[in-house]
Nanobody, 123 residues
Framework: QVHLVESGGGSVQAGGSLTLSCAVS????????MTWFRQAPGKEREGVAA??????????ADSVKDRFTISQANANNNNTLYLKMNNLKPEDTAMYYC??????????????WGQGTQVTVSS
């Protein structure tokens, strides 16, 4: 069992940047794939960025490609997943979740989820 805690959400103006963090506990947990998802009110949840942790391969949704960067850091007993978001747009407004044991931009029945962090982008 893994515990995921997201942070870093907030309110920004269009064109601004935010970096989301997802603390993984225990830090020794190694998921094959981890993903950032988002869900806006009235819309389906979508995977926006994924990382295959062994080789570092990343996958992005077309809507965020070239604006968002997913990364993972494992050092000093810390295991954290990041999502660097640049050039934010109002349509990026959503609750953002990190998940472990995913399949690229899709989740699995046994995927583990964090509680989410809200990102609001104003025009």
């Amino acid at each position: 069992q893994v515990h995921l805690v997201e942070s870093g959400g907030g309110s920004v103006q269009a064109g601004g940047s935010l970096t989301l963090s997802c603390a993984v506990s225990p830090p020794t947990y190694r998921a094959y794939c981890m993903t950032w998802f988002r869900q806006a009110p009235g819309k389906e949840r979508e995977g926006v960025a994924a990382i295959y942790t062994m080789g570092g391969t990343t996958v992005y949704a077309d809507s965020v490609k070239d604006r968002f960067t997913i990364s993972q850091a494992n050092a000093n007993n810390n295991n954290t997943l990041y999502l660097k978001m640049n050039n934010l747009k109002p349509e990026d407004t959503a609750m953002y979740y990190c998940a472990a044991d995913t399949a690229g931009l899709a989740d699995r029945s046994f995927s583990q989820w964090g509680q989410g962090t809200q990102v609001t982008v104003s025009s």
